[in-house]
């Protein structure tokens, strides 16, 4: 099956009741046995539920995996990860990741006994000289947020396998309609089904999917034995959601280039970030690992100042100034004071993440608006 066919029927089954289309809404907690232990494989609804199930068999079709689990947040989704590790075992991580990650590896699991590095990987190989024998995970973002830095997932995964650690891959910018990393040699890829999966900006909800049975086996444990799980109306949005995710990934690469393009063209910005672009430092490696280079834009402009993007922010009408990414409706942000407002000043400084730097994630309205918008506000 191709991928825009399996966005609609990947994993899905008529319902066997009435034939309904679409997967009812099973909003039940538990299930009637005909004995005890009988019954037709659902029991409580923290262990598996039917719509539920639905979406993690549509998760796996679309990530080309085997096993997908559903979490209530993108975050749950990562913990749960965190939990395959012990005391003394150490991640690699990506420097430029999402805030609340960070948040989540450096003052969560730092205190249970995990060690991380974060590393810039655009070159992957500077990963090396941290992999040690407690080294257990790598757990990457690509492309990165909020720097459109792009990591080369093929090579990544080679030095895990040589290395015998996981590596998981957070797919929540890219999304499996531009790149499959589970085919590119990851682990577990994992998705805040928040952004676009959900793409409707109306449902909080996270995913993992993998290829080998015992690391499901374990996941699984987890979920259910931690219980982050997500409610069967949530996981009904997002089904419905994957439905059109390829019909609204095509207009988000297409907005976005041409949003990134004006940009560029417009004297008042410094910087655009955006791995389409030939001068982007990895544009090579995004052009072999991805189908395309998504709506993810950040900028920087000339006037290096808060109050410079703070103006601009303001000015906008028909971009949304708000967290959160991967809607049918355009959003811009200020990662300082937003969602990098958790990672410290110096930190910030290093990776790219300067008080002018504005996010945008270009959503599918007409891109014409969208450009007089951004015309009209920076000037
Ligand atoms: C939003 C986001 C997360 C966290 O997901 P939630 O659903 O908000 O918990 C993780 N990674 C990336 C790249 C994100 O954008």
């Keep these: 099956m191709k991928f825009n066919t399996k966005t609609i029927h990947g994993g899905q089954q008529l319902d066997p009741a009435y034939g309904a289309v679409m997967p009812p809404i099973y909003q039940t907690t538990t299930y009637a046995q005909s004995s005890p232990g009988q019954h037709q494989g659902f029991e409580y609804s923290r262990s598996h539920n039917p719509t539920r199930s639905a979406l993690e068999n549509a998760l796996a079709s679309i990530e080309n995996g085997s096993y997908g689990l559903a979490f209530g947040s993108g975050l749950a989704a990562i913990d749960a990860v965190m939990k395959l590790l012990k005391p003394g075992d150490e991640v690699i991580s990506t420097n430029d990741l999402y805030g609340g990650t960070y948040r989540l590896f450096t003052r969560i699991f730092e205190d249970f006994g995990i060690k991380f590095h974060f590393v810039g990987m655009e070159n992957v190989h500077q990963i090396e000289q941290f992999i040690n024998d407690n080294t257990a995970l790598i757990w990457a973002e690509t492309p990165t947020n909020p720097m459109m830095n792009i990591i080369d997932i093929q090579a990544l995964s ?13 797919n929540t910018f890219a999304t499996p309609y531009l790149q499959q990393p589970l085919d590119l040699g990851a682990d577990i890829v994992m998705h805040s089904a928040t952004k676009y999966l959900g793409g409707h900006s109306d449902v909080v909800l996270g995913a993992l999917v993998v290829k080998e049975k015992s690391l499901a086996d374990r996941l699984y444990f987890i979920q259910n034995a931690s219980g982050a799980i997500c409610g069967p109306q949530d996981c009904f949005l ?15 690469c297409e907005n976005g280039e041409a949003v990134a393009n004006y940009l560029k063209s417009n004297a008042k910005v410094a910087k655009v970030y955006w791995p389409g672009f030939i001068d982007h430092p990895n544009h090579h490696i995004a052009k072999e690992q991805m189908n395309g280079y998504g709506g993810m834009i950040s900028f920087s402009t000339k006037q290096d100042t808060s109050a410079s993007a703070v103006s601009i ?15 049918v409706e355009s959003l811009a942000g200020h990662p300082a004071t ?14 790219g993440v300067t008080d002018s730097l504005i996010r945008l994630s270009v959503g599918i309205e007409d891109v014409t608006d969208l450009i007089e918008d951004l015309k009209n506000a920076i000037g």
């Design 158 to 170: 080679k030095i895990a396998k040589k290395n015998k650690v996981w590596l998981a891959v957070d």
């Design 238 to 252: 997002v089904l419905r959601g994957i439905k059109t995710l390829h019909v609204r990934m095509q207009r988000h």
């Design 313 to 327: 922010l303001e000015k906008l009408k028909v971009f949304t100034l708000a967290e959160s990414l991967g809607g």
């Design 338 to 351: 937003m969602t990098h407002a958790s990672i410290p000043y110096e930190e910030r400084q290093k990776i």
